[in-house]
T-cell receptor
Framework: DGGITQSPKYLFRKEGQNVTLSCEQNLNHDAMYWYRQDPGQGLRLIYYSQIVNDFQKGDIAEGYSVSREKKESFPLTVTSAQKNPTAFYLC??????????????FGQGTRLTVV | AQSVSQHNHHVILSEAASLELGCNYSYGGTVNLFWYVQYPGQHLQLLLKYFSGDPLVKGIKGFEAEFIKSKFSFNLRKPSVQWSDTAEYFCASLNTGFQKLVFGTGTRLLVSP
């Protein structure tokens, strides 16, 4: 089945530690995204990537880092610099511009809790 | 800067009432527009999308939206809601140049039976 897989579903982290969230897609999509979802704030864009080896900061990139070494993978690292990391994180992908269908497909999300 | 505004944060309706959720986007260039829905405990699903052409687009489950370029709006409508429409609804815009996809803050819809 084609889709987006985020792992783990639940993640606990101690304060001061870095943690990496996994996002893998087998849809052959070029563009990938990371969002943070908090109650009442909708989905806020953290980072996005149009193609392999390229990514751009979104609206709330501070305290996060990403890499895009492979087309199918876009891991997100939540660093100790992120002041309020407890949240629900969503990964998405879409076919790049130029194709007729550019809707984004979402993973099931990772709920990160800092303890 | 590219942004999306949803002015209705919480909406409560009775079954069979009509629904209209507002969405305004700020980017002046070429955008694609979307409405997504998140049912309780489920992941985001696409309701409908606008790329070009007819400004009135129809989606799944009887939803439709109208793109009004002069008002930078893309409001979601449904003539008669059902209890099963209880969910959170998100409007989104895609900057086709930079492939940046931005969401609004969402509207929580509660439909009472």
């Amino acid at each position: 089945d084609g889709g987006i897989t985020q792992s783990p579903k639940y993640l606990f982290r101690k304060e001061g530690q870095n943690v990496t969230l996994s996002c893998e897609q087998n849809l052959n999509h070029d563009a990938m995204y990371w969002y943070r979802q908090d109650p009442g704030q909708g989905l806020r864009l953290i980072y996005y990537s149009q193609i392999v080896n390229d990514f751009q900061k979104g609206d709330i990139a501070e305290g996060y880092s990403v890499s895009r070494e492979k087309k199918e993978s876009f891991p997100l690292t939540v660093t100790s610099a992120q002041k309020n990391p407890t949240a629900f994180y969503l990964c998405a992908s879409s076919i790049r511009q130029g194709y007729p269908n550019t809707e984004a497909f979402f993973g099931q999300g990772t709920r990160l809790t800092v303890v | 800067a590219q942004s999306v505004s949803q002015h209705n944060h919480h909406v409560i309706l009775s079954e069979a009432a009509s629904l209209e959720l507002g969405c305004n986007y700020s980017y002046g260039g070429t955008v694609n527009l979307f409405w997504y829905v998140q049912y309780p405990g489920q992941h985001l699903q696409l309701l409908l999308k606008y790329f070009s052409g007819d400004p009135l687009v129809k989606g799944i489950k009887g939803f439709e939206a109208e793109f009004i370029k002069s008002k930078f709006s893309f409001n979601l409508r449904k003539p008669s809601v059902q209890w099963s429409d209880t969910a959170e609804y998100f409007c989104a815009s895609l900057n086709t140049g930079f492939q940046k996809l931005v969401f609004g803050t969402g509207t929580r819809l509660l439909v009472s039976p």
